[in-house]
């Protein structure tokens, strides 16, 4: 078991939180203004392939992350055009995302390249190995900060909590929610262009594999804080890193290693591990009474 | 300071405000009185911009305005402590008033300089709010007071209170009416909206009286008094009269003894009520909405967490305290729910499903394979008997609840709860929203109800309904029952004093 | 009036998402006519454009009464692929360990023994899996669409576990289990029905998705039951007032849910692969494409079929876009689902806007 614990394993843990880290900080600012995003799959999709392509295409991969930054704002739009004015049902919108979102890479890459399951590879970059994580971990004290010491941070939590008394105190919800919600979309998006530029040099299919719902745990299980988030997201991470170094190592199937950030989004969700109170406005569509 | 002009707002078809006019004199306190629904509210947050009229002008300052949001009246000076506060529970006294006019930069939230700022408006007005208090763990009186701040902060120079005194206890009340008089010692304004009387005497300069969404009384406070603005208030002198029979009460069928209901966020609903209800008589509560009559037919009709009661409830010398919904509609408790939207009616089932919500589970509505088929039949036959009988219209029981009008809604409700033969009918604003024609009809089924000997106990709204109809009428104040009168003799204005938290006579 | 406004809506959802879908075609540089004719055509070709329609149709219709009855309870089921795949393992549990295969089996159950076990099986363990989010959020009142989600998780890791460590071949490089015991098979209807051969997948499951259909109906509008979830969905305070207790019709709507999309199992376990093929449900997978199915069909039985046929149709033609057309993937049929989700999404919206034009006034009578 010692050997396990090593440099190794906590550089693979730091590896596999990042993407996690910045789609859940993404979902932070969406569910914390009163909008469910359960579409954060898709949108590290979409920031993936986008980065991929963009970055196949100019030999750049800052303008594919740039690029991959623009797409993810640009889904997210559907979802908070959906959601905010529209006010659709918005675990609804958000599965259609996701669905929207492993069709449509799949479509284009079949197009552009013959192929449907990846995208040509591009060379790797060496510092975009690095650069998201750095960005990643420096976006937990931004966004604690922008939450908590900014006015756009306050209306935030308060258009999530009481979008009523937010309202009333003179603060738009309809464009705070728009806000969160695209803040949400790039973020997502940063951490999918982690995935295809950063640690792969190439967009394979449905490749977040889940992430996009991982990172939603993750957001749960650490009630919705940018610290705790991060932590979650670590937590989350060492689980995934334990079970790809463990393989073939120990005889504990991978299996019940998987497993464990769901199991425990369910307890605390069921509020056996301390209150994980949500949003109080999350889920519902602010309408005014006229 | 501030003059409605002409203001009419509709809700759908009702008509909420129908051609007010309310002038608001600068430094004055101006109270707003009227019954539940008398349109003051609506009044007055148009002119904080939550709602938008569909006739008239505002007047502020002598300049005609356009109020479309809270932020323009915000910017008019106005500010509006609502009787639901406006609060973001998780956050501290400061986050809560600066939100919306957050000092310093787009970056950087200067909430040192904000929360010293209202450290002194909180001692210049005697407040006593510490502004790093989380709100969710102040006192309801505390949180209001930080309403008042949120707009003290904003200077506003004209502030509209709407029902502020509900949620506070006397000695409450007499701090706020202190705050408010500095305030106007200040040069501020306070509109008040209240519907207790002895409230409007002891702190306003001025009233507008309110009903049935117009503006039926402009007065000098110190010209008036309690009984002549009580008769504004309700209207009539004429009592509505129903042709009755005497009651010929029977032996208890219910029997309520130190019944308390305590609400989540720990307030007590009700506090100690004891009565009693007998076979064939209509016992009356009156009283000003949100008194506790809510709770008290739903803590009976078993739609309360035991939990959350104490106290008895004995039903035919039965303790049906642990008794569900279901146990005691079994026993022949029947029940008509003061909002038909929220509790009576699943509105987009049709009439058929509605007619026997209660009762859908055992025969003869569900049969076969040990009560679990639905008899389509035997629903269809009494859906048409209760159309027919309680002349629900239109008469086809495949449409929608929803597509009734709210009397027909109401005379399905009856309808429904009347062919289970109760021995005991709980009944809440029977008539609420209902047409004349249907109201006299359902008065006329409650009497004739009683006269079949089923105990009734009736909440209502409307004074002239409960002492129209009721047998004996007890008066309910802030989850109390503060008396007991024979309605043949006493007289509206008894009533209502009593129900305003008067001192009886 | 009611019928065709129900019907109307779904058609001009479908028409909004082929418009889209036709921009996608054509900004790919194709042909969107000769692509939907494509599409279209290859599903409706006999005999196999039908039969794999039909088969495609199956799990749909399923997945899609799943997402219904949750959805007429007031509950969003986001775990109908984790039901089905829980589902279809314990379907292959039975057919293998009551089937007499060798060295794994404890009995050998005849046919008319181990078919209704297996399917009991597939029902009753999608049942618990369903009923779990329900119990929480009946109990504690947490989400079900993120416990739906996350039992999703757990059922795939666990039944691959048990497949990988316990059920599959020695040096099978297959992630998939032994093959259940050929008593336990149900038959393909090219076995009855002349022309239609026996290769296409098509199974006796098709008749009892349609009979779940029905049972669905009767259950929902004509037992208490379904009228005590029917009321729970439709207004819980009501519900309460009329004597239903909410919490437990949650988790009964939640139970039924996962039953239905445990039948999946059957089709695929017992009537196609004759073993349980690990993640056969991935991509946009039967349980997710069932809530397209349900928001399409309204959330009804009938509407469930047809939406579910309209899909099964995509899937198939999907197939042969894939193959016979330039440039556009089987994947613009994903597309299309998820423009037809978000198309009906928006629906309140628009409905909204039509009503101010007066088209969609109630009937007054």
Redesign the interface.
């Known amino acids: 078991m010692n050997e396990l614990l090593n440099i190794g394993l906590i550089y693979s843990t730091v590896r596999t939180a990042t993407p996690l880290l910045l789609a859940a900080l993404g979902g932070l600012y969406s569910e914390r203004a009163g909008v ?1 995003n ?1 579409a954060l799959e898709g949108l590290m999709l979409v920031g993936a392939f986008t980065a991929a392509v963009v970055t196949h295409y100019t030999h750049s991969p800052w303008i594919g992350l740039t690029a991959a930054i623009a797409a993810g704002v640009l889904i997210a739009a ?1 979802h908070a055009v ?1 959601c905010i ?5 918005q ?3 958000g ?10 890479p ?3 890459s ?3 390249f013959e192929s ?1 399951g990846a995208t040509p590879q591009i060379p790797l970059h060496e510092l975009l190995q690095y650069a998201p994580v750095v960005i990643a971990f420096a976006l937990v004290p931004v966004t604690w900060y922008v939450l908590y ?7 935030l ?2 258009v999530g ?2 979008p ?8 738009s919800v309809t464009r705070i929610r728009y806000a969160g919600v695209l803040l949400s979309g790039a973020l997502a998006a940063i951490g999918g262009a982690y995935l295809s530029i950063g640690q792969s040099s190439l967009f394979t299919r ?1 490749m977040t594999a ?1 992430r996009g ?1 991982i990172a ?2 993750a957001l ?1 299980f650490g009630k919705w804080r940018p610290v705790q988030t991060m932590l979650a997201c670590l937590l989350f991470g060492l689980a995934e890193a334990l079970a790809t170094q463990m393989q073939g190592v120990v005889r504990v ?1 991978v ?2 290693i ?2 464990i950030p ?2 425990l ?2 307890i605390v ?3 056996f591990i301390g209150l994980s109170r ?1 949003p ?1 406005a999350i889920g519902i569509p602010y309408q005014k ?2 | 300071m501030l003059e409605l002009r002409n203001i009419t707002k509709r809700f759908g078809a009702v008509l909420a405000n129908d051609h007010v006019n309310i002038k608001v004199k600068s430094g004055t306190i101006h109270a707003i009185v009227g019954e539940n629904g008398a349109g003051k509210s609506t009044a007055m947050r148009i002119a904080y911009g ?3 009229a569909d006739e008239g002008e505002i007047i502020v300052d002598g300049q005609p305005r356009r109020i479309e ?3 323009d009246a ?1 910017a008019l000076g106005i500010g ?1 402590v ?1 009787q639901h ?7 501290t006294v400061t ?2 008033i ?5 000092p ?1 930069g ?4 200067d909430l040192t300089k904000a929360a010293e700022r209202i450290r002194k408006l909180s001692e210049e007005f005697r407040l006593a709010i510490d502004p790093h208090a989380t709100i969710e763990h102040l006192s309801v009186g505390q949180q209001q007071r930080v309403e008042l701040l ?1 707009a003290l902060y904003r200077e506003a120079q004209l502030l509209i209170l709407d029902e502020p005194t509900a949620v506070l206890a006397p000695q409450e009340v007499e701090e706020l009416f202190a705050i408010l008089r500095r305030m106007r010692a200040q040069g501020k304004t306070v509109v008040i909206i209240t519907h207790k009387l002895d409230e409007v005497l002891a702190i306003s300069d001025e009233v507008t009286v309110m009903r049935d969404g117009r503006v039926v009384g402009e007065l000098q406070t110190s010209a008036t008094n309690a009984a002549e603005l009580a008769r504004m208030m309700v209207g009539r002198d004429v009592l509505l009269r129903i042709e009755k029979p005497q009651a010929k009460p029977d032996s208890t069928v219910l029997s309520v003894e130190h019944l308390t209901v305590t609400a989540r966020d720990g307030t007590q609903r009700l506090k100690g009520v004891s009565f009693q209800v007998r076979a064939a008589e209509i016992v009356g509560i009156a009283g000003v909405e949100g008194n506790g009559q809510t709770e008290l037919i739903e803590a009976l009709a078993g739609l309360i967490p035991h939990a959350q009661m104490s106290g008895r409830m004995e039903y035919l010398g039965r303790d049906i305290a642990p008794l569900d919904a279901r146990s005691r509609r079994e026993l022949g408790i029947a029940h008509i729910p003061e909002d038909r939207h929220r509790r009576g009616l699943l509105l987009d089932f049709d009439l058929k499903e509605n007619s026997v919500l209660g009762v859908h589970y055992r025969p003869p509505v569900a049969v076969s394979l040990g009560s679990v088929l639905l008899d389509d039949g035997a629903i269809r036959k009494r859906t048409e008997r209760i159309i027919e009988d309680f002349d629900v219209r239109p008469a086809n029981p495949d449409l929608p609840a929803r597509s009734l009008s709210g009397g027909n809604q109401q005379k399905l409700i009856i309808g429904r709860e009347f062919v289970l033969q109760p021995k005991l009918l709980l009944v809440a604003q029977p008539t609420r929203g209902v047409d004349i024609g249907a109201i006299e009809f359902i008065h006329r089924k409650l009497v004739r109800l009683r006269d079949e000997g089923c105990a009734v106990l009736l909440v209502s709204a409307e004074l002239e309904e409960v002492t129209a109809l009721a047998d004996r009428l007890l008066i309910i104040h802030d989850g109390e029952i503060v008396g007991e009168v024979d309605p043949t003799i006493a007289t509206l204005e008894e009533i209502g004093l009593l129900m305003t938290g008067g001192k009886e006579q | 009036m009611k019928l065709l406004r129900e019907i109307l809506f779904p058609l001009i959802a479908v028409l909004a998402a082929f418009l889209v879908g036709a921009i ?1 075609v054509l900004l ?3 042909d969107p006519i000769e692509t939907y004719k494509l599409l279209i055509g290859s599903a409706l070709s006999w005999p196999d454009g039908i039969g794999y329609t039909l088969f495609y149709a199956t799990p749909l219709i399923f997945t899609g009464l799943a997402v219904a009855v949750a959805f007429r309870c007031g509950l ?1 089921n ?1 775990g109908a692929e984790g039901q089905l795949y829980v589902a279809a393992f314990a379907a292959a549990w039975v057919g293998i360990t009551f089937g007499g295969v060798e060295g794994r089996s404890i009995a050998n159950l005849s046919a008319w023994l181990l078919v209704p076990l297996a399917c009991f099986a597939a029902m009753a363990s999608g049942a618990v899996w369903g009923a779990v989010p329900g119990v ?1 959020k009946a ?2 009142g ?2 079900e ?3 739906t ?3 999703n ?2 059922a795939l ?2 039944v ?2 048990f497949t ?2 316990h059920y599959k071949a020695q040096g099978d490089p297959i992630l998939q289990t032994v093959p259940i015991s050929a008593s336990a098979h149900i038959a393909r209807l090219g076995k009855f029905i002349p022309g239609l051969p026996e290769r296409i997948p098509l199974n006796i499951a098709f008749f009892l998705a349609l009979l779940a259909c029905v049972l669905v109906y009767i259950f929902l509008w004509r037992t208490k039951w379904g009228y005590e979830i029917r009321a729970t969905g439709a207004n819980p305070a009501a519900a309460e007032y009329g004597g239903i207790s909410t919490g437990r019709q949650i988790v009964l709507a939640m139970a039924v849910s996962g039953a239905l999309a445990g039948l999946v199992g059957v089709n695929e376990v017992l009537g196609y692969r004759y073993r349980y093929y690990d993640s056969f449900s991935s ?2 997978g039967y349980g ?1 494409t069932g ?2 199915v349900a ?1 399409l069909g309204r959330n009804h039985p009938v509407g469930v079929v047809f939406a579910a046929l309209f899909f099964g149709a995509l899937k198939r033609g999907g197939l042969f876009v894939d193959i016979f057309t330039e ?13 037809v ?2 198309f ?3 629906e ?2 628009f409905r909204g806007r039509l009503g101010r034009f007066g088209l969609m006034r109630r009937a007054k009578i």
Do not use: C, W
């Open positions: 469910i359960i559907i959906l004015s529209f006010k659709a049902q675990v609804v919108s599965m259609a995302i996701n669905i929207l979102l492993i069709g449509v799949a479509l284009l079949g197009a552009f449907t010491r900014t006015p756009f941070g306050l209306r939590r308060a909590e009481n009523e008394a937010a309202d009333a105190a003179g603060v449905n889940g719902f939603l745990a749960i199937p299996q019940f998987q497993i769901y199991v989004t369910m969700l069921a509020g949500a109080r009474e006229k | 939550f709602y938008t949001t809270p932020h915000i509006m609502h506060f406006m609060l973001i529970e998780p956050m986050e809560n600066v939100l919306g006019a957050e310093g787009a970056v950087a939230l949120k | 996608i790919i540089h194709d969003l986001i929480l109990k504690f947490s989400h669409v993120i416990n989600i996350m039992m998780f757990i890791a666990l691959s576990y990988q460590y991509g946009v997710f809530i397209a928001l440039h556009v993937s089987k994947d613009l049929v994903e597309v299309l689902k998820a423009l989700i978000l009906v999404a928006a309140l919206y």
